[in-house]
T-cell receptor
């Protein structure tokens, strides 16, 4: 069955430290992976997607099909990065595929 | 409106009562999702509508939960005979064709006493 796993419920780091939020997925087909973020008192919103190979707010994520992972990384965390982060997997047809989410990781960046 | 709109934003009800939660997606978006967000459970998929296709109801936790999408636009999630474990934030999201990006509403917080 398709599944997204985020093993850490809470990740606490100091400002300026590197950050890696882990995400593993289970899917036998060709996946589309996303990271969504929810800042305090804001709506859940897209942060980045693997097919774009982009860096957003200093964050990057590389799809590793061998390890079935899509970890989110940032070399130097900022206080404004504190938020809830969800990894998501889209599967099925690229036009009509369903999106499922992991359990989420709360990132806390301390001053 | 420009974004996904959900109502009510907060709902407190007594155990055993029925509740209806409404979602107005972004105009023109063909896909509409309902998720449940609760502590420790993350973002739980409930149901997915795509165009005129039959909805994917595989995430509905019990037959007390149902959802409709009328005219390919507004959706209503109905929970019958609410239980305390139904307390959560119910999120609606819509997506345009082929983009994959979901646009979320602010959610409806349901509290069952």
């Amino acid at each position: 069955a398709q599944r997204v796993t985020q093993p850490e419920k809470l990740l606490s780091v100091f400002k300026g430290a590197p950050v890696e939020l882990k995400c593993n997925y289970s899917y036998s087909g060709s996946p589309e992976l996303f990271w969504y973020v929810q800042y305090s008192r804001q709506r859940l919103q897209l942060l980045l997607r693997h097919i774009s190979r982009e860096s957003i707010k200093g964050f990057t994520a590389d799809l590793n099909k061998g390890e079935t992972s899509f970890h989110l990384k940032k070399p130097f965390a900022q206080e404004e990065d504190s938020a809830m982060y969800y990894c998501a997997l889209k599967y099925g047809s690229s036009n009509t595929g369903k999106l499922i989410f992991g359990q989420g990781t709360t990132l806390q960046v301390k001053p | 409106g420009a974004g996904v709109s959900q109502s009510p934003s907060n709902k407190v009800t007594e155990k055993g009562k029925d509740v209806e939660l409404r979602c107005d997606p972004i105009s023109g978006h063909t896909a509409l999702y309902w998720y449940r967000q609760s502590l420790g459970q993350g973002l739980e998929f409930l149901i997915y509508f795509q165009g005129n296709s039959a909805p994917d109801k595989s995430g509905l936790p019990s037959d007390r939960f149902s959802a409709e999408r009328t005219g390919g636009s507004v959706s209503t999630l109905t929970i019958q005979r609410t239980q305390q474990e139904d307390s959560a934030v119910y999120l609606c999201a819509s997506s345009g064709h082929m983009t994959g990006e979901l646009f979320f509403g602010e959610g409806s917080r349901l509290t069952v006493l």
